[in-house]
């Protein structure tokens, strides 16, 4: 095999991931915007902020802030804004829960 060949087969697998991840990530943005607005009743049971690796770079990604409830059966996780992980969000709190997919629309 010349370099030139190997040079194209790496292009071609190169251009065939980044247009794989592109099309995974567009699919789970349309889905989460396309699914049903969801209402239950939960509690607050967690809240931990999270950093994690970068799987491409290896380097330390900004620390994500999260909070877990229960609801019923059920846990679920999301992710927060700083501000609401530092001033909302009370361990033992109880409420209704609106979600959409992995966002929260109001917890009251």
């Not at 607050?44 to 019923?72: E, H, N, T, W």
């Not at 700083?82 to 009251?108: A, C, N, P, V, W």
Request: glycine share 8%; charged share 20%; net charge positive.
């Amino acid at each position: 095999m010349n370099a030139s060949l190997v040079s194209n087969i790496l292009n071609y697998f190169l251009i065939t991931l980044v247009v794989g991840l592109w099309i995974v990530l567009m699919i789970r943005m349309v889905k989460g915007r396309l699914s049903p607005v969801k209402s239950v009743s939960a509690t607050v049971i967690d809240k931990y902020k999270a950093q994690s690796v970068s799987r491409f770079s290896g380097a330390l990604k900004p620390q994500c802030y999260m909070v877990v409830f229960s609801a019923g059966e059920k846990k679920l996780s999301f992710s927060v804004s700083e501000f609401s992980f530092q001033h909302g969000y009370q361990i033992g709190e109880k409420g209704m829960l609106k979600y959409r997919g992995t966002k929260i629309i109001d917890f009251s």
